[in-house]
């Protein structure tokens, strides 16, 4: 199985600082199709998961455009370019190149 | 707009089977692949199975292997999960979620296997 790692585990932020969470995955990510399956969501307590980034770097129609994915390969990373209040909670990377598909441990954006 | 509606849950007696129902709307349900992922309480996520478009093909993970079998009905544009010989561990909230992406995922149904 694919194991994705994920750092920091938690991640205090201020309020309108950049931040910038990263996440390796144990092999190439890269599909036979061409296409790279992994992508970031984010978990608010109480709420389901909802997708932010597909395909290392395409936001899903609706998320804001201070979210933006980079990486290749085996390293990726999500940043957010100024922080706000509703984007505490745990983000997640995951990766559905192949099956099983696999999830980060997470990580915990907090403001400080 | 696109809806995942999960249904089933409940509390259950160790050993004992439940079946998960996600009935899905706003979208054509047979051209998607669909997920079962599951959390547990104050853990992360946690794959449980995936579904081909037409139902041929069905992966799991190792832990729900030989106990769980997913299925689908693209008439009635509804995801199922049977759960069989379930076990503590398997208490969970369970998400059904869409496309190879997980684009859209529901609310969730919490299942509770104890004694």
């Known amino acids: 199985d694919i194991v994705m790692t994920q750092t920091p585990l938690s991640l205090p932020v201020t309020l309108g600082q950049p931040a910038s969470i990263s996440c390796r995955s144990s092999q190439s990510l890269v599909h036979s199709d061409g296409n790279t399956y992994f992508s970031w969501l984010h978990q608010r307590p109480g709420q389901p998961p909802r997708l932010l980034i597909y395909k290392i770097s395409n936001r899903l129609s609706g998320v804001p455009d201070r979210f933006s994915g980079s990486g290749a390969g085996t390293d990726f990373t999500l940043k957010i370019s100024r922080v706000e209040a509703e984007d505490v909670g745990v983000y997640y990377c995951?990766?559905?190149?192949?099956?099983?598909?696999?999830f980060g441990r997470g990580t915990k954006v907090e403001i400080k | 707009q696109v809806q995942l509606v999960e249904s089933g849950g409940g509390v259950v007696q160790p050993g004992r089977s439940l079946r998960l129902s996600c009935a899905a709307s706003?979208?054509?349900?047979?051209?998607?692949?669909m997920h079962w992922v599951r959390q547990a309480p104050g853990k992360g996520l946690d794959w449980v199975a995936i579904?081909?478009?037409?139902?041929?093909?069905?992966y799991y993970a190792d832990s729900v292997k030989g106990r769980f079998t997913i299925s689908r009905d693209n008439s009635k544009n509804t995801l199922y999960l049977q759960m069989n010989s379930l076990r503590t561990e398997d208490t969970a909230v369970y998400y059904c979620?869409?496309?190879?992406?997980?684009?859209?995922w529901g609310q969730g149904t919490l299942v509770t296997v104890s004694s």
């Open positions: 995951m990766q559905a190149t192949q099956n099983p598909a696999t």
């Open positions: 579904i081909s478009y037409d139902g041929s093909n069905k």
């Open positions: 979620a869409r496309d190879y992406i997980a684009d859209y």
């Open positions: 706003g979208f054509a349900f047979g051209d998607y692949v």
